[in-house]
């Protein structure tokens, strides 16, 4: 059910998700699916990012909706300072059904959950929110395993190192910013679960430094985020792996990874192995957490 209530200003319309008040302005021309059609997709988005952090990131948000020629969800943008602000370009044209499948909002909200990082760090903020919003959407019933895991073995080869890499700190090609980001969040997932026996994911993590941090209108270190997050997991997983990545071309094996999880290459498509030795974790890193 979706709870609206009109708010004062230029036509705007307010959700209320969980704790979250989310001021949703429009501008552009009238979409197919209506305002109700898009106002249900935003109520979903923010469900599925309160799902994976156990409360929506902040209290309230503007969004800015505007709706060009198009058929699909175009971009978004999302600021912390000085208030938090989510712009949005959709197509006019765009179909329940896209919007069902949308990743765009998922994770431009997600970025709502992290401190603000420097420029250097921007792989942090991209690779974070890239690698989240597929598990958090798996979570909510809104998105496959195996169709998480299929793109997952597609895409994440693209965030290893090439060849001049300077680690992530100093390498800003667009492939190390979203995919060597999602592909840190990956490996530091998988070592968290292995080391605390499936008792601790990198979500333990993520929560604990979203509530410390109070979101991204605060701007911290990555070293004071993955010291909050390592002290949540009770291991060192963050802080070594950074220490592996920041300044030089760390390769993780990529190829061993996909062989412990128990993904397999399967006629373009993966199949997964309920027998391999971190399928417990694969199946971890998707379950949703109380």
């Given at each position: ?102 990743w ?85 997932d ?11 994911g ?25 010291a ?10 963050l ?7 920041k ?44």
């Amino acid at each position: 059910m979706l709870h609206l209530q009109p708010a004062r200003g230029a036509d705007p319309t307010v959700i209320h998700v969980n704790r979250a008040t989310l001021t949703v302005s429009w501008r552009g021309i009238e979409a197919d699916v209506g305002r109700a059609g898009l106002l249900e997709w935003i109520e979903r988005s923010g469900k599925i990012v309160s799902g994976y952090y156990g409360e929506f990131p902040l209290g309230a948000v503007a969004i800015h909706l505007t709706v060009a020629q198009g058929e699909r969800v175009m971009n978004g943008r999302t600021f912390g300072a000085p208030d938090a602000l989510i712009e949005l370009n959709v197509g006019q044209h765009v179909s329940a059904q896209t919007l069902l499948e949308d990743w765009v909002l998922v994770h431009e909200m997600i970025h709502l959950a992290l401190p603000a990082v420097t420029d250097e760090q921007n792989w942090l903020a991209e690779g974070l929110a890239t690698y989240v919003e597929g598990i958090a959407r798996v979570q909510a019933g809104n998105m496959s395993a195996a169709a998480l895991w299929s793109e997952y073995f597609a895409q994440m080869q693209k965030g290893l190192p090439g060849p001049g890499d300077q680690g992530l700190d100093h390498t800003h090609t667009w492939a190390r910013t979203y995919w060597g980001g999602a592909l840190f969040c990956l490996f530091a997932d998988v070592r968290i679960h292995e080391q605390t026996g499936n008792r601790r994911g990198l979500q333990d993590a993520l929560r604990a430094i979203e509530r410390k941090a109070g979101g991204m209108g605060e701007r911290w270190s990555a070293d004071r985020i993955f010291a909050i997050g390592d002290q949540a997991t009770g291991t060192s997983v963050l802080h070594d792996l950074y220490g592996s990545m920041k300044d030089k071309p760390y390769a993780p094996d990529l190829q061993a990874l996909w062989t412990d999880l128990g993904i397999i290459a399967s006629g373009g498509d993966v199949r997964l192995d309920d027998s391999a030795r971190l399928a417990a974790v694969r199946r971890a890193i998707t379950e949703p957490l109380p």
